[in-house]
C-alpha cells in the first residue's frame, strides 16, 4: 500500500509517497481502511524535524505524519469488519501515520464515525475535539475563560466546549472572524492584536479565570489571567513562566474512543479544503500559509 512518510527534515518537498507492507493489527486493534486523513500543524513541525530539535520525537529514520483518520474497518478486533469509524493516532514517532491508504490504530483510539457526516468531514474531528476537551479538562472554573486562535481548529472547538459547560468565553481572533467565532459560542470577541492583557482586563475587570492559549501567545496571554488563575499551553516550549501564582499546565493530546464518540456527537465538522493524498506537499503549504478556517484533508 502507499503512504507519506519523512526520511529527512526539510519543507514540504521532503515528503515521500513509499510503498510499504500492509500493516497487521495485533491484539486489540484494528486496521482502517483509510478513506480521509487531515493536516495538522504538527505534521508540518513534524516533517520540518522541529519536534525531534525540541526532544518530542526521538530520532527515527522513517516518520509517518497523520493523525486524524476517518474509513472502513478492515479487520481487527473491537468493531466490526465494514464499520465507518474515525479514530486517532497519538503516537508521535511510528513509521506509518494516517497519510496512508491503511492503518493500524489500537481499537480503544477508534469510535464509529458520527452519523450524516462524510468520511471527509467526519476525519476533521478527532485530534482538534480531544485537544480541546482534554485542555479544557485541566481547568477548574465556573468563571471566565479566554481562548486565544479562537477560529483556529483547536480554538473553535474550545469554544464551543467552553459556552456549552455555561463559561463565560472571551474569544480572540482574526477581526474578519468575528461572526465565526461568535456563532461557536464566544459571549465577548476581541481582535488579535497588541496589549491584550490591557483589552480583556477592559471586559473582565481583575483578569480572565483561565486561559486556553491555542494562539501560542504565552506571556500575552498570560498577562490577561487573574492572580491564581490558570492558563493551558499547547506546544512543546509555548509554556510561559507561572508568574502572579497562575497554574501553567500543557495539554497533550491522548487517544480516547468512547470521548471522540461523544464529541463527535455535538461539534461540527470543519472542512478548510480536499485533497488528494498524493497532494499533500500542496497542502502543508496551505496550511503553513495560514488563513484557513478548518482543515485540509487528503483522500487516498
Ligand atoms: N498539545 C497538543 O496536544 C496539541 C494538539 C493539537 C494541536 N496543538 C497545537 O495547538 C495549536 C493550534 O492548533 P490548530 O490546529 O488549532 O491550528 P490552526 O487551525 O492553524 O489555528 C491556529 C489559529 O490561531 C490563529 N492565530 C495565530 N496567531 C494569532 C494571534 N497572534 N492572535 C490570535 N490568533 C492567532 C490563526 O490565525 P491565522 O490562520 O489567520 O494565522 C489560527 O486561526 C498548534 O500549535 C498545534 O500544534 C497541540
Redesign the pocket.
Known amino acids: 500500500m502507499r503512504a507519506i512518510v519523512v526520511r529527512r527534515f526539510g519543507g514540504p518537498e521532503v515528503l515521500e509517497t513509499v510503498e510499504v507492507p500492509v500493516p497487521r493489527p495485533g491484539p486489540g486493534q484494528v486496521r482502517i481502511r483509510v478513506a480521509a486523513a487531515t493536516v495538522?500543524?504538527?505534521d508540518l513541525?513534524t516533517r520540518a524535524g522541529i519536534l525531534t530539535e525540541a526532544g518530542v520525537i526521538p530520532p527515527r529514520e522513517v516518520l509517518g505524519l497523520g493523525w486524524d483518520v476517518a474509513g472502513v474497518v478492515e479487520a481487527g478486533s473491537g468493531f466490526r469488519v465494514g464499520d465507518a469509524v474515525i479514530g486517532l493516532r497519538d503516537r508521535i514517532a511510528t513509521p506509518l501515520g494516517a497519510y496512508a491508504e491503511q492503518i493500524v490504530l489500537d481499537s480503544s483510539a477508534v469510535a464509529l464515525a458520527p452519523a450524516g457526516f462524510s468520511p471527509v468531514e467526519a476525519a476533521t474531528l478527532p485530534?482538534?475535539a480531544l485537544?480541546a476537551a482534554?485542555?479544557l479538562d485541566l481547568v477548574d472554573t465556573d468563571g471566565t475563560v479566554l481562548v486565544?486562535?479562537?477560529?483556529?481548529?483547536?480554538?473553535?472547538y474550545a469554544v464551543a466546549l467552553a459556552h456549552a459547560r455555561k463559561l463565560r468565553v472571551v474569544a480572540?481572533?482574526?477581526e474578519a472572524?468575528e461572526t465565526l467565532v461568535r456563532g461557536f459560542g464566544a459571549d465577548e470577541f476581541l481582535p488579535?492584536?497588541p496589549a491584550?492583557g490591557d483589552r480583556v482586563r477592559a471586559l473582565v475587570p481583575g483578569g480572565v479565570d483561565a486561559a486556553l492559549d491555542?494562539?501560542?501567545?504565552g506571556l500575552?496571554a498570560l498577562d490577561a489571567v487573574r492572580g491564581g488563575g490558570e492558563f493551558v499551553?499547547?506546544?512543546a516550549g509555548?509554556a510561559p513562566i507561572p508568574l502572579r501564582g497562575i497554574r501553567v499546565q500543557?495539554?497533550?493530546?491522548r487517544a480516547d474512543g468512547a470521548r471522540l464518540a461523544e464529541l463527535a456527537r455535538v461539534l461540527p465538522a470543519r472542512v478548510a479544503g480536499v485533497l488528494p493524498l498524493a497532494e499533500a506537499a500542496t497542502a502543508h503549504e496551505r496550511?503553513a500559509a495560514?488563513?484557513?478556517?478548518?482543515?485540509l484533508v487528503l483522500t487516498p
Do not use: E
Open positions: 495538522n500543524p504538527v513541525a485530534l482538534n485537544t482534554q485542555a486565544t486562535g479562537a477560529a483556529g481548529a483547536v480554538g473553535g480572540v481572533a482574526a472572524d488579535r492584536g491584550l491555542t494562539a501560542l501567545l500575552d499551553a499547547f506546544a509555548a500543557n495539554v497533550w493530546i496550511l495560514g488563513g484557513l478556517r478548518g482543515r
